[in-house]
């Protein structure tokens, strides 16, 4: 049997494991679709357990449920400040983002990075069998493939970033990207969300570190293949629509409803991070104010911003940013009758939060950069088809490849993004029907069932041509 078509088990990597608790259904786009891949076809998923501890266990923990093993690891403190905060949120993070001023490069969390690799693969490799499949996730993880292949793993294993590649000239501000750029050569197959960050991938390889393009889709370098595709991550369309018809007639649809008057409803949500463009988004709405007084007492902006990584010193001065954007349009603006903003640092539940979605009239998807931007496709998902609000995308999401019936927006162009705004809320219905109607049709064509299984499918024919490529 070929090391491509091994139906064994499948063994996801990612930084983050979704632990199923009891009674309740996986959230989050990614971890449905990982656990109805792993039911399917029998599997395990290995990671990080979110916590911190003051030594290494022995072995991870070990959950079943549904015939899918779960297994997780805590990381020690020093790894959690040196691999995960300094070098994974504090360097690769802004890296592929391309925010080049907020980079902070230190040698000893370079060297975390690895160190956690390896043990992650020692693990592993006390895990694995003939005919298992590994399909590693994210940037977190890059080194991983090499680490398994070095320790002798010869199964496929293939790798997705959800995050945008950046070109070379970017990458070049990582100390050891040469090392960094190596370790891709170890996966059978390479998966990007965009077209963009493929050709910026295939370049750095081939000017960075000498790679060889192998027909249109592969590069060898030393002697092994490595298959490259485009994968754009979709939303469970169904799933979303579901839950955004139910929660309409929701007690808390209901409030909204009702607190609003009959004002019109723009909504953003996003985790609070400087990659989702939200203060600028704050400032294309106090532009949108200042210019377009008639529309004063008329809109209410409600945004949704989770905190996240309030560790990282970058993330605490967003929110202290975000705060101030807030409480100026509100002190500048506000009437006693009307608020212009509602603002929410806080996580809301998934249907309530698409029953948000259903309900809204403009909705807010402004990243400076995103390798896909899930919430634009889960905002088309959620809409009433009777009355389908408007979505204002960020040209600068990988999810603008595919949503172009959205008002496309650069969000540096704090003016264009306020009169993207007014385009949409002056929309017709049936302007605003015809748009919808196609951007439905792009979003089930890239639903998140299909996404997995196109990956593996192409994982299983990438194995194929590197050990094709390995024979004498
Ligand atoms: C990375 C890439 C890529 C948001 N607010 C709430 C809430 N959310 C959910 C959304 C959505 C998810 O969080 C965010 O997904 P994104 O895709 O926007 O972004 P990242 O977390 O940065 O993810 C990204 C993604 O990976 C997948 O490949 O698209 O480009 O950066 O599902 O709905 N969920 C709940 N309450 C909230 O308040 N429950």
């Not at 400087?274 to 945004?303: C, D, M, N």
Request: glycine share 10%; hydrophobic share 40%; proline share 6%.
């Amino acid at each position: 049997m070929s090391p491509g078509s091994g139906k064994g088990r499948l063994v996801v990597v990612s930084n983050r494991v979704a632990l199923p608790r009891a009674g309740k259904p996986a959230s989050g786009g990614l971890a449905v679709a990982m656990r109805a891949t792993l039911e399917t076809r029998g599997g395990i998923w290995f990671g990080w357990n979110g916590r911190q501890s003051t030594q290494r266990p022995g072995k991870p923990h070990r959950q079943l449920a549904q015939g899918v093993e779960y297994l997780t690891l805590p990381l020690t403190r020093l790894d959690y400040e040196e691999y995960y905060q300094g070098f994974a949120n504090r360097m690769l993070w802004p890296l592929v983002h391309y925010r080049l001023a907020l980079l902070r490069y230190q040698r000893k969390n370079h060297e975390a990075y690895h160190r956690v690799n390896a043990w992650f693969a020692e693990h592993l490799m006390g895990i694995l069998q003939p005919g298992d499949t590994v399909w590693v996730h994210d940037y977190h993880h890059v080194p991983l493939g090499a680490e398994l292949r070095a320790r002798g793993f010869q199964g496929p294993i293939g790798f997705f970033l959800h995050t945008p590649f950046p070109p070379l000239d970017i990458l070049r501000a990582l100390p050891p990207y040469k090392e960094f750029l190596h370790n891709f050569s170890a996966y059978d197959l390479v998966g990007f969300q965009t077209r963009v960050d493929e050709h910026a991938f295939i370049e750095a390889m081939c000017d960075g570190i000498d790679a060889r393009r192998e027909r249109k889709d592969g590069l060898s370098l030393a002697g092994s293949r490595t298959k490259i595709g485009v994968f754009p991550i979709g939303a469970d369309a169904e799933e979303i629509a579901g839950q955004a018809i139910r929660g309409r007639n929701s007690n808390q649809v209901a409030a909204l409803k009702a607190s609003l008057e009959g004002r019109r409803l723009i909504i953003g949500a996003d985790r609070l991070d400087y990659s989702k463009g939200i203060i600028e988004r704050f400032r294309a709405y106090r532009y949108l104010l200042s210019t377009r007084p008639e529309l004063h007492g008329e809109i209410v902006f409600l945004q949704i911003a989770e905190p996240s990584r309030s560790g990282v010193p970058e993330y605490q001065v967003l929110h202290h940013e975000l705060d101030q954007v807030a409480g100026e349009i509100i002190g500048r603006f506000a009437r006693f009758d009307w608020m212009p903003v509602r603002y929410l640092g806080r996580r809301i539940p998934r249907p309530t939060l698409f029953a948000f979605f259903s309900v809204a009239d403009v909705g807010l998807v402004t990243p400076l950069r995103d390798g896909m931007n899930l919430v634009a496709k889960e905002f088309i998902a959620a809409q009433d088809p009777d009355n389908p609000g408007v979505l204002v995308l960020s040209e600068l999401a990988g999810a603008a490849d595919q949503l172009t019936d959205a008002v496309l927006v650069n969000p540096y162009d704090v003016e264009g993004v306020g009169e993207g705004i007014a385009e949409a809320l002056a929309m017709s219905l049936e302007e605003r029907k015809h748009r919808w109607r196609r951007l439905l049709a792009a979003v089930h064509g890239d639903d998140i069932h299909h996404w997995g299984a196109r990956y593996l499918q192409a994982l299983a024919e990438a194995a194929d041509w590197r050990s094709a490529g390995e024979r004498p």
